[in-house]
């Protein structure tokens, strides 16, 4: 004769199960949660609960594995387009074999382009030569492709005091240059919005102002892209 309450007791079994079940099922969605909103205190509360139910060799092979939220990925520079921006440009100064006009810089994230004042103007004057104008355009079909770069044109004169009834002085010129060059730039296709212009006259100079070299070298136009 079977014991009822030895029946009811082995009948139960399944409860257990059930209830190891449903634990897993909410640690699995309590770790969906904490990793679809990235916040740090909800997945180590996530972890610690993962931790608990399936026991810390489960918690050292997958929570502290290699894609752990804390550990430091490093970024692929080239997806943000500065790597392809230089090569660019190199490219365009090696096809044009114009490096003795144009030079290039990347420092921290800012591409500098210097473009001689020599090439684009002649002296005291801020009329593009004729010549300048296919220089630029390349220089804007460059920057037109690259629309996460706001362009910051600065103009540069040398320490030679520049006195005229338009010109008073090399402050004058060189921001009127600056402007000349933005003018270009934008009637070919860049948004206003991306673009500034600057004049720092003689204050920043790459060479001496001591030689007519080095004053050459100092009357540039730079254009100093920025991510936005």
């Known amino acids: 004769m079977s014991d009822p309450l030895l029946e ?16 897993l099922l909410l640690c699995f969605f309590v770790i969906l949660y904490a990793m679809s909103t990235l916040d740090k205190k909800k997945f180590e509360l996530a ?5 608990s139910s399936f026991g810390t060799g489960f918690y050292r092979e997958y929570i502290e594995s290699p894609e752990s939220p804390d550990t430091e990925i490093p970024l692929d520079t080239n997806s943000f387009g500065e790597e392809d921006v230089v090569k660019d440009i190199k490219k365009f100064i090696k096809q044009k074999k114009v490096g003795k006009y144009i030079k290039l810089k990347e420092l921290d994230g800012v591409i500098t382009i210097t473009l001689s004042g020599g090439l684009l103007f002649s002296s005291g004057k801020s009329n593009l030569k004729p010549k300048a104008r296919k220089v630029l355009d390349d220089v804007i079909s460059i920057i037109s492709e690259y629309e996460e770069y706001n362009v910051n044109i600065k103009g540069h004169t040398d320490n030679v005091k520049v006195r005229s009834a338009r010109f008073p002085s090399n402050w004058e010129l060189s921001a009127v240059r600056a402007t000349t060059v933005l003018r270009y730039v934008v009637y070919g296709g860049i948004s206003p919005k991306r673009m500034t212009a600057t004049g720092y006259a003689h204050t920043i100079p790459v060479r001496p102002n001591n030689s007519t070299a080095n004053r050459k070298k100092n009357r540039r136009v730079e254009f100093v892209l920025v991510k936005k």
């Open 8 to 23: 009811e007791e082995e009948g139960a079994t399944w409860l257990t199960t059930y209830g190891d079940l449903v634990t």
């Open 47 to 51: 972890a610690e609960s993962l931790k």
